[in-house]
C-alpha cells in the first residue's frame, strides 16, 4: 500500500495540482486508514464495503464530527478510484458508502454598525496604525481568506485602477477595492510599507513590525486586539470579516454570481449560504416583484 499511496500523492501534487494544505489533508486521512487496515490485518486491495462500514463506525466511536468522518471518505475514495483506474484493484469498496450528513453551520457575521466600529479602532498616526487600517479595511472590501492576503505581493495590487489580483491554488481573480480600503491602501504603502520593510526585495504587500511578510498568526491577532480595542463581544477572525463581506453585499442588492466570483466559490451552493441573512426588506421587494415567488 505504502508504494501506491506514493503514486496517488504524486498524482495529486503533480497532476492535480492540489494545494499543500489539501495534499497534507490527503496524507493524513489515508495513513491513518492504512493504520487502521494494518491493526486489522486487511490489505489494501482485499478491502470490502462491509470493511469501510466497520473503519466508519470506528471513526464514530472515536468522537469524529461528521465534517471530518465525510472528509476521510473522500480521501479514501479518490484513493481506490485512482488504483482501479490504474488496474490495481477490481471493484471500488467505497462505492455505495454514504458519507453522514453534515449540517451547514451559519456563519458568524458582523452588523454594518459593528464592522464600521471595528474599522475605526486603528489610528493612523504610527506606522502600524497606518498598516493596520489598510489590512482591516481591505479584508472587509475584498472578502478575502486570511491565507490569500498575507500571500499578496506589491505587483498583485493595482492602485492606479483600485483592483487586486487573487491567486488561489491554480485559479486567479480579480476584485474590485472601495474607495475607503483604496485611501487606507495608498496611505499604507506611500507612507508607511516603505519604511517597515529592511530589504529591497521584499515582495510581501503586508509585512510585520520587522519588514517580513505577515503571517496568519500575527493577522489574527492584529483582529484580536482591535475587536478587543472596540468592546465587541462576538468571536471576530479574518472569515468573519469575510462572511460579512458577502452577507453586505447581497443585503444591498449585490448579484449571487457576482459574489461567488470575487470569494472564489467554486460551486454556487457555498455562496447561497448567505441568503438566510437577506433582511425582511429585501426579501418582500423579491415576493412582490418576482412573478412566481
Not at 519588514?211 to 489574527?220: E, K, V
Not at 472596540?230 to 454570481?257: C, E, M
Request: aromatic share 8%; proline share 3%.
Amino acid at each position: 500500500m505504502e508504494r501506491q499511496l506514493k503514486y496517488f500523492f504524486d498524482f495529486l501534487e503533480n497532476e492535480k495540482k492540489l494545494s499543500e494544505n489539501t495534499l497534507q489533508s490527503y496524507k493524513r486521512d489515508l495513513k491513518q486508514f492504512r493504520r487502521y487496515l494494518e491493526a486489522c490485518e486487511l490489505h489494501y486491495n482485499r478491502v470490502k464495503e462491509e470493511d469501510m462500514k466497520d473503519y466508519i463506525r470506528e471513526l464514530q466511536e472515536e468522537g469524529k464530527k461528521p465534517s471530518s468522518i465525510s472528509r476521510c471518505i473522500a480521501s479514501i475514495r479518490s484513493f481506490y478510484q485512482f488504483i482501479l483506474k490504474n488496474k490495481k484493484i477490481k471493484i471500488d469498496p467505497t462505492q455505495n458508502i454514504q458519507s453522514p450528513k453534515v449540517e451547514k453551520r451559519v456563519p458568524s457575521i458582523l452588523t454594518s454598525k459593528e464592522v464600521e466600529l471595528l474599522l475605526d479602532q486603528p489610528k493612523d498616526i504610527d506606522l502600524k496604525g497606518i498598516r493596520d487600517k489598510a489590512m482591516l479595511e481591505f479584508a472587509y472590501a475584498t472578502g478575502m481568506r486570511v491565507t490569500e492576503i498575507v500571500s499578496l505581493n506589491m505587483e498583485d495590487v493595482n492602485l492606479e485602477e483600485g483592483y487586486v489580483t487573487c491567486k488561489h491554488d491554480t485559479k486567479q481573480r480579480n476584485i474590485p477595492l472601495g474607495n475607503m480600503s483604496l485611501k487606507a491602501l495608498k496611505e499604507y504603502v506611500d507612507e508607511a510599507r516603505d519604511i517597515l520593510v529592511k530589504t529591497a526585495d521584499e515582495e510581501a504587500l503586508f509585512v510585520n513590525i520587522n519588514g517580513s511578510r505577515l503571517t496568519r498568526q500575527g493577522f489574527w491577532k492584529i483582529i484580536k486586539y482591535y475587536k478587543e480595542q472596540a468592546h465587541i463581544t462576538k468571536d471576530i477572525t479574518p472569515h468573519v470579516l469575510r462572511h460579512s463581506f458577502a452577507t453586505h453585499l447581497l443585503q444591498n442588492g449585490a448579484d449571487l454570481k457576482a459574489i461567488q466570483n470575487m470569494l472564489g466559490h467554486s460551486d454556487i451552493s457555498s455562496t447561497q449560504v448567505y441568503m438566510q441573512f437577506q433582511d425582511d426588506g429585501l426579501k418582500n421587494v423579491y415576493r412582490k416583484a418576482h412573478p412566481r415567488a
